[in-house]
């Protein structure tokens, strides 16, 4: 995405996250150095590094804030990181610490990468603990044919073919004994989902982690 290390992508997104929580405040070094768990030396040398560079303004003595293209720069990176938890929890079914695992990839996801993952999601807008996962230059595609996509996400009235199911044994045994397995035909309605023609009640957090093929037989 840039040419920024990723020691400087976690600073740039721990201010970013203060700035959200406090819009018209400034972040004092030490209360950064604190949030990066480094000295204030090296907060400052940061703060002044990414100064240069056009992404933070730093006022001696008061504390600094993102310039719109570093707050443009996070945002970006805050965005990756929403969407990668979602993925991680509802589609994968990842059981370790989904936050780490996120953190770890967000730096190293293409701008591709990255709208693939939005594509197959279904645009979410809200991350796992219902905060607003930033919107940045986005392109939405409304034919969905031939997508792989969460039944959550799948379009109204348009068949689509089971293709994975990311559930542990019992729950995929919940699913068998509504009949709904791998290759089942799957129309989702207003208030309904049907499976092969009958009409069957699975909740929003499972619908999240059958992956189907939009208009795929």
Excluded: W
């Amino acid at each position: 995405m840039s040419d920024l290390s990723e020691f400087e992508e976690m600073y740039l997104k721990r201010m970013f996250e203060f700035q959200n929580s406090e819009p018209g405040a400034m972040l004092k070094t030490t209360e950064l150095a604190t949030i990066m768990s480094v000295s204030p030396a090296s907060a400052t040398e940061m703060i002044q590094r990414l100064a240069s560079r056009d992404m933070v303004t730093h006022i001696p003595y008061r504390g600094c804030r993102l310039t719109p293209s570093g707050f443009h720069i996070a945002a970006s990176i805050k965005r990756r990181e929403g969407l990668l938890e979602i993925l991680l929890a509802d589609v994968i079914g990842y059981t370790g610490d989904v936050s780490e695992a996120a953190c770890k990839m967000e730096h190293d996801m293409t701008p591709e990468l990255e709208a693939a993952i939005d594509r197959m999601l279904g645009y979410p807008d809200r991350n796992l603990a219902g905060k607003k996962i930033p919107v940045i230059k986005r392109s939405i595609e409304l034919d969905h044919s031939n997508l792989l996509l969460p039944i959550s996400s799948a379009p109204l009235g348009v068949e689509s073919t089971v293709e994975a199911i990311a559930l542990d044994s019992t729950d995929k045994m919940t699913l068998e004994g509504i009949g709904l397995n791998i290759g089942s035909v799957i129309v989702k309605g207003e208030s309904e989902i049907f499976c092969d023609g009958s009409s069957i009640e699975i909740s929003e957090k499972l619908s999240r982690k059958i992956l189907v093929r939009v208009g795929g037989q």
